[in-house]
């Protein structure tokens, strides 16, 4: 028997399992919600979800947003979808062997219950059937068999899934839980860096970042769209320098938001110091170019697209500034 078996009460176990029949014969689940409200219940729902979403992508070869617009359109989730796509993208990133950081506010309403739904929809996908018949169930079945005895939760990088300080905390609490705090802060929902190529001095500085988008096909596919077919007039985008100084390093976060061909978003964070001199050409700079495929290694006529993003490095040179006096 599995560790996610093995270390949680039945009750909350029993309660999860009822939800996810419920999900999958198209009923309403009969668990006592008090017992999904406990941290119990969210260890068992983040196990199960990642099982399914794993699932899924085995049978699918995919677990695409669009696979779960059936769920996030349903108007009696729509207070929980914004945190149902964020708890299936830090799931993918896990199962691409990232280490994502998903920072929930102390507010997120049912978490537990989030990630039981979104389970529930990832195995009726990865079935290909409607709730209620037996390619659901024996999708089910097959999910919870894995789950009791060989889970992923136990194979791919736990990830750091974590509840934010609620702002009448934030003085009271310690120094270490505060640091801890704020770089889930920069931290949240930000996607890996494959490679960063910055050109010579006096070369316009242009900096290019190679995405590692496995977790984010939604942004990847924005990308592609962008670089082959770009709205008429440039697309609609907003972007955001932020930073989070600590004794130990400087995090730089840039936030994008594209309003066109979909509203998307995406942030990128950058090690300071590992990265001082991309950052330092960014400051000189008004634009960062993003791509989805890292160059190295790519045949010589592969077509790599890239997508040309302003930058404020104003911006970025006064925080890089203030970022180093507070380390001094």
């Keep these: ?3 996610v078996y093995d270390n949680l009460p039945p009750s909350v176990i029993a309660a999860g399992e009822n939800v996810l029949r419920a999900c999958t014969e198209g009923t309403a689940p009969t668990a006592d919600p008090a017992l999904l409200r406990t941290v119990e219940a969210m260890l068992f ?6 099982e399914a979403v794993a699932l899924l992508t085995d049978r699918r070869g995919s677990s695409s947003d ?16 914004p945190t149902i796509l964020s708890l299936l993208r830090f799931l993918r990133g896990r199962i691409a062997g990232h280490d994502p950081v998903l920072r929930l506010a102390p507010s997120t309403p049912q978490p537990a219950l989030c990630l039981l739904l979104l389970a529930g929809q990832a195995l009726v996908s ?13 999708a089910l079945a097959q999910c919870l068999h894995r789950l009791a005895t060989s889970p992923a939760e136990e194979r791919c990088p736990a990830g750091d899934l974590g509840f934010g300080l609620d702002d009448h905390l934030r003085d009271e609490v310690d120094e ?10 920069i ?8 490679r960063v190529f910055t050109s010579a001095p006096g070369r316009d500085e242009a900096v290019f970042l190679a995405l590692d988008l496995e ?5 990847a596919d924005v990308l592609r769209m962008l670089a082959t077919d770009p709205p008429a007039g440039g697309a609609d985008t907003s972007t955001r320098w932020r930073a989070f100084a600590a004794p130990a390093a400087t995090l730089i976060r840039l936030e994008i938001e594209w309003l066109q061909p979909v509203n998307t978003a995406l942030a990128v964070v950058l090690d300071a110091d590992e990265y001082a001199p991309a950052l330092q050409a960014l400051t000189h700079s008004d634009h960062v170019q993003l791509s989805a495929t890292d160059p190295v290694d790519q045949p010589g006529d592969a077509v790599i697209h890239s997508v040309k993003v302003p930058t404020n490095g104003p911006e970025l040179r006064y925080l890089l500034t203030e970022a180093a006096r507070r380390r001094n």
């Design 66 to 81: 669009l696979v779960f617009a059936e769920l996030l359109e349903e108007p009696v989730f729509n207070d929980l979808a």
């Design 1 to 3: 028997m599995s560790k």
């Design 187 to 194: 931290l949240t929902e930000s996607v890996p860096v494959r």
């Design 176 to 185: 270490e839980t505060f640091v801890l705090d704020e770089s889930r802060k």
């Design 215 to 219: 977790a984010r096909p939604d942004v």
């Design 45 to 50: 729902a983040e196990a199960a979800a990642l």
């Design 126 to 138: 990865a079935a290909d059937d409607r709730p209620g018949t037996r390619p659901v169930r024996d």
